[in-house]
């Protein structure tokens, strides 16, 4: 059995654990996302005399996660403070002679959950992640879909709620999906964290109506077989009856399958792989490895 090294590299948390090609996640630590010289010691420090096969790396993004690019391993034009342009897969080079592999956070995630989790038996399903930030993850056809570089699904444009005054919290685009949805736009809309809102808060239906129109974008761009949402926001257990039935008065019987009308609870799910979605996700990466 391999020993492999998971990273989930996220923009408040990193989470480091030690698994193998199965997805079991055998232990895991976890440390504030600070500075890359604070945060990336502590990476090393928790790899060093682990004997590790593999590293699979799962990052917020943007980054490159293109092979063969001069910026391949790094984080890029991220907002996170002191991130940017940073050579993530680099740092850890100069202290692991293993293979490694390196993709977003979600990417990763979609991977991991059509290999042991909740789109098992797909070769075809997208992770979304709702919390700080919006992203979006895709497999097609059994592979992880890269082209210029990653995926931006959470940045793209939707319609306004006709109630919505709210700019959007983006700080490249303001009102897009991302500026509008993720968990820091509810606190600055309502003045309290998401977290506080009752769950019948009128809020819901709104952070349900865009992400809806996201996922109608999704579905008839890249007809995933699986729509997997996690994140801190999809803790709201009451979000997922209310994007399901607004994606299907969007669709409004436009594409006629199963999973859009009379399965479409088994269609939009939680994470099977729960927490461990996205450390497994950085197993599925390191298990690709070469």
């Known amino acids: 059995m391999k020993v492999l ?7 408040t948390k990193f989470v480091c ?22 945060t990336m010691k502590l990476v090393v420090d928790y790899f060093t005399g682990k004997q590790v096969e593999a590293i699979g790396v799962g990052s917020f993004g943007p980054i490159d996660p293109i092979v ?7 984080i890029t034009t991220t907002p996170k403070p002191h991130w940017g342009n940073y050579n993530l897969i680099g740092k850890l080079k100069e202290h692991f002679d293993v293979p490694m592999n390196f993709d977003t956070d979600v990417n990763g995630a979609a991977l991991g959950e059509l290999t042991w989790g909740a789109a098992k038996g797909t070769d075809n399903c997208i992770y979304i992640t709702v919390g700080t930030g919006i992203g979006v993850g895709a497999v097609v056809g059994g592979k992880i879909l890269h082209g210029l570089s990653h995926p931006e699904m959470g940045h793209i444009v939707v319609r306004r709620h006709p109630d919505d005054s709210y700019e959007g919290t983006c700080p490249y685009h303001k009102d897009c999906l991302e500026g509008l949805a993720a968990g820091p736009s509810l606190g600055r809309r309502w003045n309290v964290q998401g977290a506080e809102l009752s769950a019948d808060h009128p809020a819901w239906e709104m952070e349900a109506y865009y992400l809806a129109q996201a996922l109608m974008n999704y579905v008839l761009i890249l007809s995933p077989q699986k729509i997997i949402m996690g994140g801190g926001v999809m803790k709201q257990e009451q979000l997922f009856p209310l994007i399901r039935t607004k994606l299907q008065e969007l669709l409004n019987g436009y594409v006629q399958h199963a999973a859009l009308t009379t399965d479409i609870d088994q269609y939009i799910v939680p994470p099977g792989l729960g927490d461990n979605a996205g450390l497994a996700g950085a197993l599925a990466l390191a298990n690709l490895a070469r």
């Open 17 to 38: 654990g030690i698994g193998n090609e199965q997805g079991e996640v055998l232990e895991r630590v976890s440390f504030p996302t600070t500075t890359p010289e604070e």
């Open 68 to 74: 063969g690019s001069h910026t391949y391993g790094y």
């Open 5 to 11: 090294g998971a990273i989930e590299a996220g923009g």
